[in-house]
């Protein structure tokens, strides 16, 4: 299992991720944003506002909505 140990926001709807193994993947999630949770990050302002939580080792949003680490390393691209 891989967690996410630094978020950058990056460009439009990607984020710059470091995960425990050191790997740094650019990772997309405008196609992921559909659904009731993910509605309030289409405003990239929000979007901006991503953070780590810590208990969960991944990217959080002050909603609450997540994304599984592995998820982000899998489709993530290396830097």
Known sequence: ???????????DYKLKLTF?????????LKPHLD???????????????VRINPD???VVWSNEADFSPDFLYEIGENT
Do not use: C, N, R, W
Request: hydrophobic share 45%.
């Open 35 to 49: 659904g009731e949770i993910f509605e309030p990050l289409i405003d990239i302002e929000y979007f901006k506002s």
């Open 20 to 28: 425990e193994d050191s790997i740094v993947k650019i990772v997309d």
């Open 56 to 58: 969960i080792d991944t």
């Open 1 to 11: 299992m891989h967690f996410v140990k630094d978020v950058q926001y990056f460009a």
